[in-house]
């Protein structure tokens, strides 16, 4: 039996929602639109999601269509609708 690689997974969740954290500490919600193998993705209706520790508020800020470069991904998960 052979493991699925990540790739499989992104494969499986294309025109899915994810949920994306990014190195600086950014947090984007989107449907997973396309990838390539340095795990660059476009992303669609992509929101930002603001959460303030210090008021425990959440917030969001619509984007749209996002590139985001594979080098600042940190984890993608697939969100259960």
């Known amino acids: 039996m052979q493991m699925a690689t990540p790739?499989?997974?992104?494969?499986k969740n294309i025109n899915q929602t994810v949920f994306?954290?990014?190195k600086p500490?950014?947090?984007?919600?989107?449907?997973l639109r396309?990838?390539?193998k340095y795990l660059n993705l476009v992303l669609d209706e992509c929101?930002?999601?603001i959460h303030d520790p210090e008021t425990e508020k959440t917030d969001t800020r619509r984007l749209?269509?996002?590139i985001v470069r594979g080098d600042n991904v940190?984890?993608?998960?697939p969100v259960k609708q």
């Open 47 to 49: 929101e930002e999601i």
């Open 25 to 31: 500490g950014m947090w984007v919600r989107g449907i």
């Open 34 to 36: 396309s990838y390539d």
């Open 64 to 66: 749209g269509s996002l």
């Open 74 to 77: 940190v984890s993608i998960t």
């Open 20 to 22: 994306v954290i990014l």
């Open 7 to 11: 790739l499989d997974l992104l494969e």
